[in-house]
């Protein structure tokens, strides 16, 4: 078996899990700020709804009328900042990303088999190796950004409660048991 490219590939495989589970993160901290924003702009449209009604009822009064114009102009100006950050673009992005990980997971899964396997020669398994490495690449160009606690937040998922393991010992997690050594 070509131990060195099984374990570039095996260490490679670690990065990707880690890198997909933390872009699925990102995805539901995106979705939840999206379910944020619309709940904020359901409240505020209903609330300048309301001081409307209560203005058409007051004619005494121009209170209901200030309140409602202020509330029209918030809620235009967080129109304008919903239309200016897209936050729902976000969350398409990051969950694409983690879906062509997930992909890239299966063939760095693939790669060890064959590779255990001795399906291919040294240098088959170099070249089969660098094709994933340029392919992964590219898709990190392409990443949108994460952050700290999306990573936190990836860690614990894939190891529960506990710290991270020295790498050997959490890729064996990781691993099928058929690539388990």
């Excluded at 570039?8 to 890198?19: E, H, R």
């Excluded at 709940?39 to 409602?68: H, R």
């Excluded at 918030?74 to 969950?95: G, R, V, W």
């Amino acid at each position: 078996m070509d131990k060195n490219n099984f374990e570039i590939v095996k260490q490679s495989l670690g990065n990707v899990i880690y890198s997909q589970k933390t872009q699925e993160m990102a995805v539901v901290r995106k979705q939840g700020y999206v379910t944020n924003i619309k709940w904020a702009n359901i409240i505020l449209v209903g609330l300048v709804f309301l001081f409307l009604f209560l203005d058409l009822l007051n004619t005494d009064n121009n209170f209901y009328n200030y309140i409602s114009i202020a509330l029209t102009v918030l809620e235009t100006l967080f129109l304008i900042f919903q239309l200016s950050f897209n936050p729902e673009k976000d969350a398409i992005e990051h969950k694409n990303t983690a879906n062509k990980l997930w992909l890239m997971r299966e063939k760095h899964l693939n790669l060890l088999t064959d590779i255990k396997n001795e399906i291919f020669d040294f240098v088959t398994n170099s070249q089969k190796r660098d094709e994933l490495t340029k392919e992964l690449s590219n898709i990190y160009k392409e990443a949108p950004q994460t952050n700290n606690n999306d990573y936190d937040k990836a860690s614990t998922a894939l190891n529960g409660n506990q710290k991270p393991k020295t790498d050997d010992e959490e890729m064996i997690n990781f691993l099928p048991k058929n690539l388990q050594e």
